[in-house]
C-alpha cells in the first residue's frame, strides 16, 4: 500500500469517530433547534470541514515518518506508527466520550476548560469519580475494544514504501503535505479557517454541534496564550484607543480629564468620619433561579429571601461570565472580563493591579481573603497577595473542621472562623475589608446536607441542595454577626461570582448571567433596586456605602449615583455581550458583529429564546468592540491602578 492509501485509511478512521459524535449530539439536542428556521442538516457539511482541518493536522507526523525514515531503521517506524495512531485515536475516542457530558454541564463542545483545571488533579478527579463514573468506565471500554481490534486486525501496510528511493518519497511527500496543508487550513483566503467558521448560524448549539472537539480545546488554548493585543484586534476589530475609552466613559458616564484612562474620584453619598469596614462574600455558581427574592423557585434560600427584606436587593444583576476568576476580579477590582485568560492567572496584573485592598490601605484598613479551599487554585493566593491584601487565610488555617469536601472546608466552618476574625479585628480597633469565597455549590456536591431540610430528596448531591446548604452558611453567619459589636458598623455583601450552568439557545443567553446580590448592615434601609448593574456596580456601591471619598479605576457606578446607566457587559467564551436597556451587541471572533433585541424571561423555568436578532445597531456594535480593545489596553498597558502617575500616555491614541 502506498503513503496516501495508509493516510487515508487512518482519515477515514477519525472521520468516522467524529461523525459518529456529531451524529449523537445531533439526535441529543434535536429538539434545541428543530424550530429554530436555522438548516442544521448543514452541521453535517460544515462539521466535516472542522473534521478533515483536525485530521490533516494528526497526518502530518505520519507522512513525515513514511517519506523520510531509512530503510534501515523501518521496523521502529512501523511500531512508532502503530502506537502513534493508537494514541490518536484512542485520545479522539475519549474525548468525543468527554464531550456529552462536557456538553451537558457547560452548553458547548470542550474548550480551553477541559484541560485547564488538569494541573489541580485532586479536585478534578474528585470531580470526575464522584459525578462522571459511567461516563468514563464507557470511555474506557470503547477504548480497550479499540486497541484489541487495532492490534488484532490492523495490518501492517507500509511494506515496501522504505524501499522506494528518497527522490520518489520526497516528491511524494511534498504533493501529500500540499494536500495535508490546504485540508488544515481550509482556506484559500488571507486567513485560515477556525471555530468561528462553525459558527454558520445564530442557534448556538447547532454552531457546537459543527465544532470538533480536538479542534475548539487546541484552538481554545492557543487563543488563551496568545492575548496580546495585536491578537485582540485581529480577532474582534480595531479602532484608535482614544475613541474606544470615550466610547466606554461615554456609556459607563465616567468623566475624568485623561483620554486613555478611567481613573477618577467618586464622592460617598454616605460621607461619615468614621469609615464602615467592608464584607464581600461570594457565593459559588448561585444563580438567580435558586433565588425567589429575585425571581427563582421558593424553598432553596429562605435565609436569603428573608434576609432581602433588611437590605439592599439586586433584582437585575449581571455577572461578568461564567467563570469564578471572573467574578471574583468584578468583585474585588471592578472591571469586566478582559479577554483570554482572567487577570487572576495573567502576568501583568499580579502585581501593581487596582483592588479593594489597594483603594483602601491609605485609610488604614487591613484587608483579607478568606476561602475555605486551598487558595493556591485558581492563583488565588498570589493574586491577592500581590494586589495588597495583607491575609490569606485558607484550608491550612482551618483547625479541627467539621466537615470537608474535596474543594475544602464546608461554609458553616468558612461563616464561623471569618466571625472569629472580625470580632477579634474590631477588638483590636483594626478596620477591615475582606473578601470571603464559598465552595459549597460546586460538583461533586459534598456538605453536611443533615444541617438542612433537603430541596431535592432523590438526589441528595444536588445542585439544589448544596445552594440551600449555602443559604444556610449565609444565615449562619448574618446570625452569628449580629450578635457581635462589629456588625453595626460593617457592610455585608452577598453576592454570586456566576451563574451555576449557562445553557439556552441564544448566541449568548443573557438570563443565564443573571445573579442576586444583597447588601446587609445596621443601619441599612431596604430597597429593592431593579435596574441593570453589574459585578463593579456591587463594589462601587459598597464602597459608597462605607462612607469614603476614593479615587479608583471601578468600571462601575454606585448605585446611588444619579450617572449610572442601564448597561451590563458580559463575556460568553470567547464571545461579548454589550447590553444597554433592552439591546445587546454581540461581537464575535472573526465575525460581523449583531445586535439583539432582548425579552426577559417569563420565569425562571423559561428556558426559550429570549434573543431577537434586529438591524445593526451600528453605535452599539462599536461600544462593544470599544470596551473589549479597552479591557485588553488598560491590562496591556498596566494601566488599571489607582495611581495617575503610573498612567503612561501612548504613542499614538
Not at 465544532?211 to 488554548?221: D, M, Q, R
Not at 474606544?244 to 461619615?272: G, P, T, Y
Not at 484598613?365 to 493556591?376: L, V
Request: glycine share 4%; hydrophobic share 40%.
Amino acid at each position: 500500500m502506498n503513503t496516501f492509501k495508509i493516510l487515508m485509511k487512518y482519515y477515514f478512521y477519525m472521520i468516522f469517530i467524529f461523525f459518529i459524535g456529531r451524529l449523537l449530539l445531533f439526535i441529543e439536542y434535536f429538539d434545541n433547534f428543530k424550530n429554530s428556521g436555522v438548516d442544521y442538516w448543514m452541521t453535517f457539511i460544515y462539521g466535516l470541514r472542522m473534521d478533515t482541518m483536525s485530521a490533516s493536522v494528526l497526518l502530518l507526523i505520519p507522512l513525515i515518518v513514511l517519506s523520510f525514515t531509512p530503510k534501515k531503521i523501518k521496523s521502529f517506524a512501523d511500531k512508532f506508527l502503530k502506537y502513534y495512531f493508537l494514541i490518536v485515536i484512542s485520545i479522539l475516542i475519549y474525548i468525543e466520550n468527554a464531550t456529552f457530558p462536557f456538553v451537558a454541564q457547560y452548553d458547548v463542545r470542550p474548550n480551553y476548560l477541559f484541560v485547564e483545571y488538569l494541573i489541580y488533579p485532586k479536585e478534578v478527579f474528585a470531580m470526575i469519580f464522584a459525578d462522571y463514573k459511567i461516563e468514563l468506565f464507557i470511555a474506557l471500554v470503547m477504548i480497550a475494544i479499540f486497541a484489541y481490534l487495532f492490534f488484532k486486525y490492523d495490518k501492517n501496510d507500509s511494506e515496501g514504501i522504505y524501499e522506494k528511493s528518497y527522490t520518489k518519497r520526497i516528491v511524494v511527500f511534498f504533493i501529500l503535505f500540499l494536500v495535508l496543508f490546504i485540508g488544515a487550513r481550509s482556506s484559500f483566503g488571507h486567513r485560515p479557517a477556525n471555530t468561528s467558521d462553525a459558527m454558520y448560524t445564530s442557534n448556538r448549539m447547532v454552531n457546537e454541534i459543527t465544532k470538533n472537539s480536538i479542534y475548539n480545546i487546541v484552538y481554545a488554548i492557543y487563543v488563551s496564550n496568545t492575548h496580546g493585543s495585536k491578537q485582540v484586534k485581529k480577532l474582534y476589530g480595531d479602532m484608535y484607543i482614544s475613541e474606544a475609552f470615550s466610547r466606554v466613559k461615554k456609556r459607563l458616564n465616567i468623566k475624568n480629564d485623561d483620554n486613555i484612562s478611567i481613573l477618577r474620584e467618586e464622592k460617598s453619598h454616605f460621607k461619615s468620619l468614621k469609615s464602615k469596614n467592608l464584607v464581600i462574600f461570594v457565593q459559588e455558581s448561585m444563580g438567580y433561579q435558586f433565588v425567589n427574592a429575585v425571581g427563582g423557585e421558593e424553598g432553596i434560600t429562605p435565609n436569603l429571601n428573608k434576609l432581602s427584606k433588611e437590605g439592599i436587593l439586586f433584582k437585575n444583576l449581571y455577572s461578568n461570565g461564567t467563570r469564578s476568576i471572573r467574578g471574583l476580579a468584578g468583585l474585588t477590582a471592578g472591571n469586566f472580563s478582559v479577554p483570554g485568560k482572567g487577570v487572576l492567572k495573567r502576568n501583568k496584573s499580579q502585581s501593581n493591579f487596582f483592588t479593594l485592598a489597594s483603594a483602601l490601605k491609605p485609610f488604614g484598613y487591613y484587608t483579607s481573603f478568606i476561602y475555605g479551599g486551598e487558595s493556591r487554585f485558581d492563583n488565588m493566593r498570589s493574586w491577592y497577595i500581590g494586589n495588597g491584601f495583607d491575609e490569606i487565610v485558607d484550608q491550612p488555617m482551618f483547625e479541627h473542621p467539621t466537615f470537608t469536601s474535596p474543594w475544602g472546608v464546608c461554609d458553616e466552618d468558612l461563616v464561623t472562623k471569618a466571625n472569629k476574625e472580625f470580632k477579634k479585628m474590631y477588638a483590636q480597633n483594626k478596620k477591615f475589608a475582606t473578601v470571603m469565597f464559598s465552595t459549597s455549590n460546586h460538583s461533586p456536591f459534598d456538605c453536611p446536607y443533615e444541617k438542612i431540610d433537603l430541596v431535592d430528596k432523590n438526589n441528595i448531591k444536588s445542585v439544589k441542595n448544596a445552594v440551600k446548604y449555602a443559604d444556610y452558611a449565609i444565615g449562619k453567619f448574618i446570625e452569628l454577626a449580629k450578635k457581635e459589636k462589629y456588625y453595626k458598623d460593617t457592610v455585608i455583601v452577598i453576592v454570586a461570582d456566576h451563574n451555576v450552568r449557562v445553557y439556552g439557545e441564544d448566541m449568548v443567553p443573557v438570563d443565564m448571567f443573571h445573579i442576586p446580590a444583597l447588601i446587609l448592615g445596621a443601619d441599612m434601609k431596604p430597597i429593592v433596586y431593579d435596574k441593570i448593574s453589574t459585578q463593579p456596580d456591587i463594589l462601587a456601591t459598597a464602597l459608597d456605602l462605607i462612607g469614603l471619598d476614593l479615587t479608583y479605576p471601578i468600571m462601575g457606578k454606585s448605585i446611588f449615583s444619579e450617572e449610572k446607566n442601564n448597561i451590563s457587559l458580559m463575556q460568553f467564551h470567547s464571545i461579548y455581550a454589550l447590553r444597554v436597556g433592552d439591546k445587546v451587541a454581540v461581537i464575535r471572533p472573526n465575525k460581523e458583529a449583531v445586535t439583539f433585541l432582548y425579552k426577559e424571561p417569563s420565569s425562571y423555568l423559561d428556558k426559550s429564546s429570549h434573543l431577537t436578532q434586529i438591524e445593526h445597531d451600528t453605535e452599539l456594535e462599536k461600544d462593544a468592540l470599544a470596551f473589549v480593545l479597552t479591557l485588553d489596553y488598560l491590562y496591556d498597558k498596566k494601566l488599571y491602578n489607582n495611581k495617575r502617575e503610573n498612567i503612561e500616555k501612548p504613542a499614538k491614541i
